[in-house]
Protein backbone atom coordinates (compact mmCIF):
# COMPACT_ATOMS: atom_id res chain seq x y z
CA UNK A 1 0.00 0.00 0.00
CA UNK A 2 2.96 2.43 0.71
CA UNK A 3 4.30 1.44 -2.44
CA UNK A 4 1.12 2.32 -4.42
CA UNK A 5 1.05 5.50 -2.77
CA UNK A 6 4.34 6.48 -3.43
CA UNK A 7 4.23 5.75 -7.28
CA UNK A 8 0.73 7.67 -7.16
CA UNK A 9 2.39 10.76 -5.47
CA UNK A 10 5.37 10.92 -8.33
CA UNK A 11 3.03 10.08 -10.80
CA UNK A 12 0.88 13.49 -9.92
CA UNK A 13 3.82 15.80 -9.36
CA UNK A 14 2.61 18.61 -11.62
CA UNK A 15 3.05 22.34 -11.44
CA UNK A 16 1.15 25.30 -12.89
CA UNK A 17 2.17 27.20 -15.45
CA UNK A 18 2.02 30.94 -16.12
CA UNK A 19 -1.11 32.62 -14.33
CA UNK A 20 -3.78 29.83 -15.13
CA UNK A 21 -4.67 26.74 -13.82
CA UNK A 22 -3.25 25.10 -16.40
CA UNK A 23 -0.73 21.70 -15.31
CA UNK A 24 2.18 19.92 -16.69
CA UNK A 25 4.02 17.59 -15.73
CA UNK A 26 7.39 18.11 -14.98
CA UNK A 27 9.41 15.20 -15.99
CA UNK A 28 10.00 16.29 -19.56
CA UNK A 29 10.27 19.48 -21.30
CA UNK A 30 7.16 18.61 -23.59
CA UNK A 31 5.17 15.88 -23.44
CA UNK A 32 2.54 16.77 -26.02
CA UNK A 33 0.79 19.53 -24.47
CA UNK A 34 0.83 22.56 -26.87
CA UNK A 35 -1.09 24.81 -24.44
CA UNK A 36 0.99 23.99 -21.86
CA UNK A 37 3.82 25.13 -23.79
CA UNK A 38 2.53 27.80 -25.33
CA UNK A 39 1.98 29.34 -22.03
CA UNK A 40 5.14 28.55 -20.91
CA UNK A 41 6.72 30.43 -23.49
CA UNK A 42 4.39 33.33 -23.02
CA UNK A 43 5.86 33.45 -19.56
CA UNK A 44 9.75 33.20 -20.43
CA UNK A 45 9.38 35.23 -23.27
CA UNK A 46 10.02 32.47 -25.94
CA UNK A 47 9.31 32.15 -29.32
CA UNK A 48 6.66 28.76 -29.18
CA UNK A 49 8.08 27.56 -33.31
CA UNK A 50 11.32 27.64 -31.99
CA UNK A 51 10.80 26.01 -28.20
CA UNK A 52 9.14 22.92 -30.12
CA UNK A 53 12.24 22.59 -33.11
CA UNK A 54 14.43 23.06 -29.63
CA UNK A 55 13.23 22.26 -26.18
CA UNK A 56 16.80 23.02 -24.70
CA UNK A 57 16.08 26.83 -25.60
CA UNK A 58 13.00 26.81 -23.62
CA UNK A 59 14.80 25.18 -20.27
CA UNK A 60 17.80 27.65 -20.87
CA UNK A 61 15.46 30.76 -20.96
CA UNK A 62 13.52 29.09 -18.00
CA UNK A 63 16.68 29.31 -15.53
CA UNK A 64 17.83 32.33 -17.71
CA UNK A 65 14.30 33.90 -15.83
CA UNK A 66 15.48 32.23 -12.74
CA UNK A 67 18.63 34.19 -12.59
CA UNK A 68 16.95 37.60 -13.27
CA UNK A 69 14.13 36.97 -10.56
CA UNK A 70 17.16 36.35 -7.88
CA UNK A 71 18.99 39.18 -8.99
CA UNK A 72 16.47 41.80 -9.09
CA UNK A 73 14.72 40.15 -5.62
CA UNK A 74 18.03 40.37 -3.92
CA UNK A 75 18.94 43.79 -5.08
CA UNK A 76 22.19 43.41 -5.86
CA UNK A 77 24.71 41.26 -8.57
CA UNK A 78 27.98 40.84 -7.22
CA UNK A 79 30.83 41.74 -8.81
CA UNK A 80 32.52 38.63 -8.69
CA UNK A 81 32.79 35.98 -11.49
CA UNK A 82 31.55 32.63 -10.85
CA UNK A 83 32.19 30.88 -14.01
CA UNK A 84 35.52 30.76 -15.56
CA UNK A 85 35.78 29.96 -19.46
CA UNK A 86 38.41 28.28 -20.83
CA UNK A 87 38.43 28.80 -24.63
CA UNK A 88 41.31 29.62 -27.29
CA UNK A 89 44.07 29.03 -24.78
CA UNK A 90 43.42 31.62 -22.41
CA UNK A 91 40.50 31.92 -19.15
CA UNK A 92 37.69 34.41 -19.73
CA UNK A 93 35.97 35.41 -16.72
CA UNK A 94 32.28 35.48 -16.55
CA UNK A 95 28.97 35.91 -14.75
CA UNK A 96 26.32 33.41 -14.93
CA UNK A 97 23.43 36.07 -15.97
CA UNK A 98 25.33 36.78 -18.79
CA UNK A 99 25.71 33.55 -19.68
CA UNK A 100 22.32 32.31 -20.09
CA UNK A 101 22.34 34.84 -23.03
CA UNK A 102 24.56 32.15 -25.44
CA UNK A 103 22.85 29.02 -26.16
CA UNK A 104 26.60 27.41 -26.27
CA UNK A 105 27.48 28.73 -22.74
CA UNK A 106 24.25 27.74 -21.42
CA UNK A 107 24.76 24.53 -22.16
CA UNK A 108 27.95 24.38 -21.27
CA UNK A 109 26.97 26.07 -18.00
CA UNK A 110 24.61 23.87 -16.84
CA UNK A 111 26.04 20.44 -17.76
CA UNK A 112 29.12 21.07 -15.39
CA UNK A 113 26.48 22.29 -12.81
CA UNK A 114 24.94 19.15 -12.92
CA UNK A 115 27.84 17.21 -13.05
CA UNK A 116 29.41 19.20 -10.41
CA UNK A 117 26.37 18.95 -7.74
CA UNK A 118 25.73 15.47 -8.96
CA UNK A 119 22.20 16.44 -9.57
CA UNK A 120 19.32 15.14 -11.70
CA UNK A 121 18.27 18.22 -14.21
CA UNK A 122 14.37 17.72 -12.57
CA UNK A 123 16.56 19.22 -8.99
CA UNK A 124 18.48 21.55 -10.69
CA UNK A 125 16.40 24.35 -10.75
CA UNK A 126 15.68 24.48 -6.38
CA UNK A 127 19.79 24.12 -6.39
CA UNK A 128 20.13 27.25 -8.60
CA UNK A 129 17.39 28.99 -7.10
CA UNK A 130 18.81 28.23 -3.46
CA UNK A 131 22.53 28.80 -4.69
CA UNK A 132 21.82 32.32 -6.05
CA UNK A 133 19.91 33.58 -4.05
CA UNK A 134 21.84 32.99 -0.63
CA UNK A 135 25.34 33.86 -2.76
CA UNK A 136 23.77 37.19 -3.16
CA UNK A 137 22.04 38.06 0.10
CA UNK A 138 25.43 36.67 2.15
CA UNK A 139 28.05 37.73 0.00
CA UNK A 140 29.42 34.36 0.27
CA UNK A 141 32.68 33.21 -1.43
CA UNK A 142 31.94 32.13 -4.50
CA UNK A 143 32.54 28.92 -5.53
CA UNK A 144 33.57 29.33 -9.85
CA UNK A 145 32.61 26.75 -12.26
CA UNK A 146 34.78 26.05 -14.95
CA UNK A 147 33.45 25.21 -18.78
CA UNK A 148 35.48 25.10 -21.55
CA UNK A 149 35.13 25.78 -25.46
CA UNK A 150 36.73 24.40 -28.16
CA UNK A 151 36.82 26.48 -31.14
CA UNK A 152 38.20 25.38 -35.31
CA UNK A 153 37.05 28.31 -36.93
CA UNK A 154 40.19 29.66 -38.27
CA UNK A 155 37.71 33.32 -38.55
CA UNK A 156 37.36 32.87 -34.32
CA UNK A 157 40.32 35.45 -33.34
CA UNK A 158 41.44 36.32 -29.55
CA UNK A 159 40.27 39.67 -30.08
CA UNK A 160 36.72 39.12 -32.11
CA UNK A 161 35.93 36.34 -29.73
CA UNK A 162 36.83 39.15 -26.86
CA UNK A 163 34.42 41.40 -28.66
CA UNK A 164 31.86 38.87 -29.01
CA UNK A 165 32.20 38.23 -25.11
CA UNK A 166 32.40 41.66 -24.31
CA UNK A 167 28.57 41.74 -26.70
CA UNK A 168 26.91 39.78 -23.35
CA UNK A 169 27.26 42.98 -20.80
CA UNK A 170 27.08 45.89 -23.37
CA UNK A 171 24.50 46.99 -26.06
CA UNK A 172 26.60 48.34 -28.46
CA UNK A 173 30.88 47.34 -29.17
CA UNK A 174 31.61 49.18 -31.90
CA UNK A 175 33.59 47.24 -34.78
CA UNK A 176 35.75 47.30 -37.21
CA UNK A 177 35.47 45.70 -41.32
CA UNK A 178 38.96 43.74 -39.74
CA UNK A 179 37.26 42.29 -37.00
CA UNK A 180 33.23 41.99 -38.28
CA UNK A 181 33.76 38.69 -39.52
CA UNK A 182 35.61 36.91 -36.93
CA UNK A 183 33.19 38.66 -34.32
CA UNK A 184 30.30 37.17 -36.62
CA UNK A 185 31.83 33.55 -36.07
CA UNK A 186 32.41 33.88 -32.76
CA UNK A 187 28.56 34.71 -32.52
CA UNK A 188 27.55 31.67 -34.50
CA UNK A 189 29.54 29.50 -32.50
CA UNK A 190 28.19 30.96 -28.90
CA UNK A 191 24.59 30.96 -30.42
CA UNK A 192 24.34 34.52 -29.58
CA UNK A 193 21.26 35.51 -31.58
CA UNK A 194 21.11 39.02 -30.29
CA UNK A 195 24.61 40.21 -31.84
CA UNK A 196 23.98 38.93 -35.47
CA UNK A 197 21.95 42.09 -36.31
CA UNK A 198 19.49 44.67 -35.28
CA UNK A 199 20.89 46.87 -34.06
CA UNK A 200 23.76 49.43 -35.79
CA UNK A 201 26.50 48.00 -34.25
CA UNK A 202 26.31 44.04 -34.79
CA UNK A 203 27.87 42.14 -37.24
CA UNK A 204 25.46 42.01 -40.10
CA UNK A 205 24.34 45.17 -40.03
CA UNK A 206 28.10 46.57 -39.73
CA UNK A 207 28.45 44.33 -42.69
CA UNK A 208 25.55 45.85 -44.71
CA UNK A 209 27.33 49.45 -44.20
CA UNK A 210 30.45 48.23 -45.65
CA UNK A 211 30.10 46.33 -48.22
CA UNK A 212 32.84 47.60 -51.03
CA UNK A 213 34.86 45.98 -54.04
CA UNK A 214 37.47 44.48 -51.04
CA UNK A 215 34.94 43.21 -48.58
CA UNK A 216 32.39 41.46 -50.96
CA UNK A 217 34.02 38.48 -51.20
CA UNK A 218 34.32 37.42 -47.95
CA UNK A 219 31.14 38.88 -46.19
CA UNK A 220 29.26 37.37 -48.78
CA UNK A 221 31.02 33.93 -48.26
CA UNK A 222 30.41 34.43 -44.33
CA UNK A 223 26.73 34.34 -45.28
CA UNK A 224 26.64 31.56 -46.99
CA UNK A 225 28.88 29.59 -44.31
CA UNK A 226 26.47 31.26 -41.27
CA UNK A 227 23.14 31.06 -43.24
CA UNK A 228 22.96 34.57 -42.95
CA UNK A 229 20.33 35.27 -46.04
CA UNK A 230 20.25 39.03 -45.45
CA UNK A 231 23.95 39.26 -45.79
CA UNK A 232 24.06 37.10 -49.08
CA UNK A 233 21.10 38.80 -50.53
CA UNK A 234 22.68 42.38 -49.85
CA UNK A 235 25.55 41.32 -50.99
CA UNK A 236 23.93 39.96 -54.41
CA UNK A 237 22.36 43.31 -54.43
CA UNK A 238 24.78 45.25 -54.00
CA UNK A 239 27.00 43.38 -56.77
CA UNK A 240 24.35 43.40 -59.22
CA UNK A 241 24.13 47.16 -58.78
CA UNK A 242 28.25 47.72 -59.26
CA UNK A 243 29.52 44.84 -60.87
CA UNK A 244 29.94 46.77 -64.23
CA UNK A 245 30.81 50.19 -63.27
CA UNK A 246 32.49 50.17 -60.15
CA UNK A 247 34.08 46.32 -59.05
CA UNK A 248 34.91 45.51 -63.38
CA UNK A 249 37.07 48.92 -63.09
CA UNK A 250 39.53 47.37 -60.08
CA UNK A 251 41.49 44.10 -59.33
CA UNK A 252 39.00 42.80 -56.73
CA UNK A 253 37.46 41.40 -59.96
CA UNK A 254 39.55 39.08 -59.41
CA UNK A 255 38.14 37.87 -56.22
CA UNK A 256 34.62 37.16 -56.93
CA UNK A 257 33.16 34.01 -56.93
CA UNK A 258 31.82 32.16 -59.24
CA UNK A 259 28.68 31.25 -57.80
CA UNK A 260 28.31 34.80 -56.70
CA UNK A 261 28.79 36.11 -60.06
CA UNK A 262 26.66 33.55 -61.93
CA UNK A 263 23.54 34.53 -59.82
CA UNK A 264 24.33 38.17 -60.58
CA UNK A 265 24.72 37.12 -63.96
CA UNK A 266 20.72 36.27 -64.02
CA UNK A 267 19.48 38.88 -61.61
CA UNK A 268 17.20 40.54 -63.77
CA UNK A 269 18.04 43.67 -61.58
CA UNK A 270 21.87 43.60 -63.22
CA UNK A 271 23.00 46.94 -63.92
CA UNK A 272 24.78 47.63 -66.83
CA UNK A 273 25.72 50.24 -69.59
CA UNK A 274 25.58 48.05 -72.66
CA UNK A 275 25.44 44.55 -73.41
CA UNK A 276 28.82 44.91 -74.47
CA UNK A 277 29.88 46.49 -71.29
CA UNK A 278 28.93 43.44 -69.51
CA UNK A 279 30.99 41.42 -71.94
CA UNK A 280 33.87 43.00 -71.65
CA UNK A 281 33.70 42.92 -67.33
CA UNK A 282 33.40 38.98 -68.09
CA UNK A 283 35.99 38.71 -69.92
CA UNK A 284 38.24 40.60 -67.64
CA UNK A 285 37.24 38.41 -64.73
CA UNK A 286 37.87 35.12 -67.01
CA UNK A 287 41.63 36.65 -67.67
CA UNK A 288 41.96 37.31 -63.90
CA UNK A 289 41.12 34.05 -63.38
CA UNK A 290 43.89 32.55 -65.92
CA UNK A 291 46.53 34.90 -64.99
CA UNK A 292 46.96 34.90 -60.85
CA UNK A 293 50.21 36.97 -60.93
CA UNK A 294 49.06 40.17 -62.62
CA UNK A 295 48.30 42.88 -60.20
CA UNK A 296 46.41 45.57 -62.36
CA UNK A 297 43.65 45.69 -64.86
CA UNK A 298 45.45 45.16 -68.58
CA UNK A 299 44.47 47.02 -71.10
CA UNK A 300 41.41 45.99 -73.78
CA UNK A 301 44.09 45.42 -76.61
CA UNK A 302 46.36 42.73 -73.57
CA UNK A 303 43.25 41.20 -72.64
CA UNK A 304 42.35 40.42 -76.94
CA UNK A 305 46.00 39.59 -77.50
CA UNK A 306 45.82 36.88 -75.23
CA UNK A 307 42.83 34.91 -76.34
CA UNK A 308 43.41 35.21 -79.44
CA UNK A 309 46.83 33.19 -78.58
CA UNK A 310 44.48 29.98 -78.06
CA UNK A 311 44.00 27.79 -80.86
CA UNK A 312 41.68 29.08 -83.62
CA UNK A 313 39.88 25.24 -84.46
CA UNK A 314 37.47 26.12 -82.11
CA UNK A 315 36.00 28.95 -80.20
CA UNK A 316 37.67 29.57 -76.54
CA UNK A 317 34.90 27.92 -74.70
CA UNK A 318 34.75 25.05 -76.29
CA UNK A 319 38.10 24.55 -75.35
CA UNK A 320 39.45 22.94 -72.52
CA UNK A 321 40.53 26.04 -70.72
CA UNK A 322 37.03 28.02 -70.97
CA UNK A 323 34.51 24.89 -70.70
CA UNK A 324 33.72 25.61 -67.39
CA UNK A 325 33.33 29.08 -67.81
CA UNK A 326 30.22 28.35 -70.43
CA UNK A 327 26.78 28.90 -68.24
CA UNK A 328 28.13 32.30 -67.40
CA UNK A 329 28.32 33.21 -71.13
CA UNK A 330 25.35 32.01 -71.56
CA UNK A 331 24.18 34.31 -68.98
CA UNK A 332 24.78 37.20 -71.59
CA UNK A 333 22.26 39.02 -74.35
CA UNK A 334 24.92 38.99 -76.77
CA UNK A 335 22.30 39.56 -79.69
CA UNK A 336 22.09 43.09 -78.08
CA UNK A 337 25.90 43.70 -79.28
CA UNK A 338 25.37 43.31 -82.61
CA UNK A 339 22.40 43.47 -84.65
CA UNK A 340 22.32 40.50 -86.62
CA UNK A 341 24.73 38.05 -83.99
CA UNK A 342 23.20 36.08 -81.26
CA UNK A 343 24.21 33.46 -78.99
CA UNK A 344 24.79 30.87 -81.46
CA UNK A 345 23.65 28.19 -79.18
CA UNK A 346 20.56 29.55 -78.18
CA UNK A 347 18.62 29.45 -81.50
CA UNK A 348 16.60 32.65 -82.44
CA UNK A 349 15.69 35.05 -79.33
CA UNK A 350 12.08 34.36 -77.50
CA UNK A 351 10.24 37.63 -78.05
CA UNK A 352 9.38 38.34 -73.91
CA UNK A 353 11.08 39.86 -71.40
CA UNK A 354 12.95 38.33 -68.09
CA UNK A 355 14.01 35.38 -70.46
CA UNK A 356 17.18 37.26 -71.33
CA UNK A 357 16.41 38.44 -74.21
CA UNK A 358 15.67 41.54 -74.06
CA UNK A 359 18.10 44.55 -75.05
CA UNK A 360 19.43 46.64 -72.32
CA UNK A 361 20.89 50.08 -71.65
CA UNK A 362 21.25 52.40 -68.51
CA UNK A 363 22.33 55.55 -67.03
CA UNK A 364 23.91 56.07 -63.72
CA UNK A 365 22.56 59.14 -62.71
CA UNK A 366 24.19 61.94 -60.35
CA UNK A 367 22.97 65.00 -62.05
CA UNK A 368 21.30 65.05 -65.66
CA UNK A 369 22.90 63.02 -68.84
CA UNK A 370 21.84 61.55 -72.08
CA UNK A 371 22.92 59.16 -74.20
CA UNK A 372 22.64 58.02 -77.83
CA UNK A 373 22.24 53.97 -78.72
CA UNK A 374 21.72 52.29 -81.67
CA UNK A 375 19.74 48.56 -81.83
CA UNK A 376 18.87 47.06 -85.13
CA UNK A 377 18.75 50.06 -87.08
CA UNK A 378 16.86 52.13 -84.90
CA UNK A 379 18.39 54.85 -82.69
CA UNK A 380 17.06 56.17 -79.28
CA UNK A 381 18.28 58.57 -76.61
CA UNK A 382 17.74 57.44 -73.19
CA UNK A 383 17.64 60.55 -70.67
CA UNK A 384 17.94 61.22 -66.93
CA UNK A 385 17.06 64.50 -65.92
CA UNK A 386 17.66 66.23 -62.58
CA UNK A 387 14.44 68.53 -61.52
CA UNK A 388 15.54 69.45 -58.27
CA UNK A 389 17.60 67.61 -55.30
CA UNK A 390 15.26 64.69 -54.81
CA UNK A 391 13.14 64.96 -58.03
CA UNK A 392 14.31 62.56 -61.01
CA UNK A 393 12.63 61.62 -64.60
CA UNK A 394 13.95 58.91 -67.11
CA UNK A 395 12.62 58.41 -70.15
CA UNK A 396 13.70 57.86 -73.93
CA UNK A 397 13.34 59.43 -77.94
CA UNK A 398 14.22 57.95 -81.17
CA UNK A 399 15.71 59.95 -82.87
CA UNK A 400 16.98 60.24 -86.81
CA UNK A 401 20.28 59.13 -87.48
CA UNK A 402 20.80 62.12 -89.65
CA UNK A 403 20.48 64.07 -86.10
CA UNK A 404 23.39 62.72 -84.74
CA UNK A 405 26.09 65.03 -83.89
CA UNK A 406 28.92 62.55 -83.97
CA UNK A 407 27.38 59.96 -86.24
CA UNK A 408 30.13 58.22 -86.97
CA UNK A 409 30.81 56.79 -82.34
CA UNK A 410 27.37 55.61 -83.10
CA UNK A 411 26.51 54.20 -86.84
CA UNK A 412 30.13 52.98 -87.43
CA UNK A 413 29.47 49.39 -86.92
CA UNK A 414 25.04 49.56 -87.50
CA UNK A 415 22.49 49.24 -89.75
CA UNK A 416 20.70 51.71 -90.74
CA UNK A 417 16.47 51.80 -90.78
CA UNK A 418 14.50 53.73 -92.88
CA UNK A 419 10.93 52.12 -91.02
CA UNK A 420 9.04 55.56 -90.10
CA UNK A 421 7.64 53.41 -87.12
CA UNK A 422 8.38 50.80 -85.28
CA UNK A 423 6.89 48.80 -82.46
CA UNK A 424 8.33 48.28 -79.15
CA UNK A 425 8.19 46.89 -75.84
CA UNK A 426 9.62 48.50 -72.77
CA UNK A 427 10.22 49.17 -69.41
CA UNK A 428 12.28 51.15 -67.25
CA UNK A 429 13.31 51.10 -64.04
CA UNK A 430 15.45 52.82 -61.42
CA UNK A 431 17.41 52.23 -57.93
CA UNK A 432 19.35 53.57 -55.42
CA UNK A 433 20.49 53.71 -52.23
CA UNK A 434 19.03 54.95 -49.21
CA UNK A 435 20.28 54.17 -45.39
CA UNK A 436 21.23 51.13 -46.50
CA UNK A 437 18.25 50.10 -48.10
CA UNK A 438 17.91 49.93 -52.28
CA UNK A 439 14.57 51.77 -53.30
CA UNK A 440 13.11 50.57 -56.85
CA UNK A 441 10.83 52.43 -58.99
CA UNK A 442 9.62 51.06 -62.65
CA UNK A 443 6.77 51.50 -65.00
CA UNK A 444 5.00 48.60 -66.17
CA UNK A 445 5.94 47.16 -69.63
CA UNK A 446 4.45 49.13 -72.34
CA UNK A 447 3.98 48.48 -75.70
CA UNK A 448 3.98 51.92 -78.03
CA UNK A 449 4.69 52.57 -81.79
CA UNK A 450 7.78 55.01 -82.17
CA UNK A 451 7.90 57.39 -84.86
CA UNK A 452 9.92 60.45 -85.91
CA UNK A 453 7.35 63.23 -84.93
CA UNK A 454 6.22 64.45 -81.50
CA UNK A 455 4.26 62.96 -79.42
CA UNK A 456 5.19 59.13 -81.11
CA UNK A 457 8.45 59.63 -80.55
CA UNK A 458 8.88 59.91 -77.09
CA UNK A 459 8.34 57.40 -74.57
CA UNK A 460 6.65 57.46 -71.32
CA UNK A 461 8.53 59.49 -68.46
CA UNK A 462 9.60 57.20 -64.93
CA UNK A 463 9.14 60.07 -62.01
CA UNK A 464 10.99 59.63 -58.74
CA UNK A 465 11.10 61.25 -55.81
CA UNK A 466 14.40 60.30 -54.07
CA UNK A 467 17.48 61.54 -51.64
CA UNK A 468 19.66 58.69 -52.97
CA UNK A 469 22.38 59.37 -55.03
CA UNK A 470 23.81 57.67 -57.68
CA UNK A 471 20.88 56.50 -59.19
CA UNK A 472 21.17 53.08 -61.11
CA UNK A 473 18.50 53.80 -64.57
CA UNK A 474 18.11 50.87 -66.52
CA UNK A 475 16.00 50.46 -70.12
CA UNK A 476 15.32 47.25 -71.73
CA UNK A 477 13.18 47.04 -74.40
CA UNK A 478 12.41 43.91 -77.44
CA UNK A 479 11.09 44.53 -80.78
CA UNK A 480 8.00 41.74 -81.56
CA UNK A 481 7.35 41.04 -84.71
CA UNK A 482 5.33 43.93 -86.95
Not at 67 to 82: H, N, P, R, V
Request: net charge positive; with cysteine.
Amino acid sequence: MKMLNSQRKIRMERRIVGATNRWRFPQDHFCGDLLALSQMCNVLNVDLDDALKNPDKLCISKFQKLFTESIMDSGTQSGEADVILDCLGFKWELHHPQIFQSETLAKLYLTALIQNTKSSQRDLEKILKVHSTERMKKRSPVKKIIISLRINDPAVTRVAFALALKNLYMNEVEMTVDNVLGVLASAHILQFNRLFRNSPHRCVSTMLNRLTPCTIKNFYLAGCKYKEEQLTNACEKWLAMNLVPLVGTQIHLRHIPEPLLYKVLKSPRLFTFSEFHLLKTLLMWVYLQMNGKVQTLPIHETMLAFFSSFPKKSCFLEQDPGHSWMPLFLCLRLHGITSAGEWRQHGPPERSFYTGHEVRAALQEYTTYSETISIYGYFFEIKGIKHDTTSYSFSMQRIRHTDLECPSSVCEHSTISLRSERLVKYEIRAQTLVDGRWQEFGTNQIMQKFGFIKPGCKSHALKIQTVGIPIYASFAFIFPAS
